[in-house]
């Protein structure tokens, strides 16, 4: 069964990189990549703050898993920091795809960046009383070394079924 995902990512910079991995399913059907795009990045570029925090809202619902496309400064965007919390507490499944190593409109590849789950964090994980970071949870796959094309629908697979869904 196809799971619905939203693909978090840094537009501005990484927009031709992520339409790569987004539109992969296009390229082999929902059902055979195992997810279907859930984003809504054009549109909510158009808006303010509260039409894009709406937009996003609207988004994550029905979706099962929130792909973080991982690019060289997608830990420093504020909207991809509010879609993993809002993803946090509605319990979706996380998974990282770094896309660093995919091509740019002009054919080149970019540096790897940190990741957000390695700077966000529960403050009081299940009770325990401890700091945990995303990172300590959820994994982060290479999507041109790990074979994203192939392998993307099946991390999100094991994504939704960590978080229950």
Not at 62 to 82: C, F, K, M, P, Q
Request: net charge neutral; with cysteine; hydrophobic share 35%.
């Amino acid at each position: 069964m196809a799971r619905r995902a939203f693909f978090s990512f840094h537009y501005e910079r990484d927009i031709w990189r992520a339409s790569q991995v987004k539109n992969s399913w296009i390229i082999r059907g929902g059902e055979e990549a195992g997810f279907w795009n859930a984003s809504l990045e054009e549109e909510a570029r158009k808006k303010g703050d509260d039409a894009i925090k709406r937009l996003i809202d609207q988004g994550l619902v029905n979706t099962s898993v929130t792909v973080v496309l991982i690019g060289a400064e997608t830990a420093d965007r504020r909207w991809v920091t509010y879609e993993i919390q809002k993803s946090c507490e509605m319990g979706h499944g996380l998974v990282g795809v770094r896309i660093h190593g995919l091509k740019n409109r002009e054919g080149y590849t970019d540096q790897m960046g940190t990741s957000p789950f390695e700077r966000l964090s529960y403050a009081n994980y299940k009770g325990t009383g401890r700091e945990t970071y995303l990172s300590q949870l959820h994994k982060v796959h290479d999507y041109v070394s790990g074979d994203g094309y192939t392998n993307l629908g099946n991390w999100i697979e094991e994504a939704a079924r960590a978080a229950g869904k």
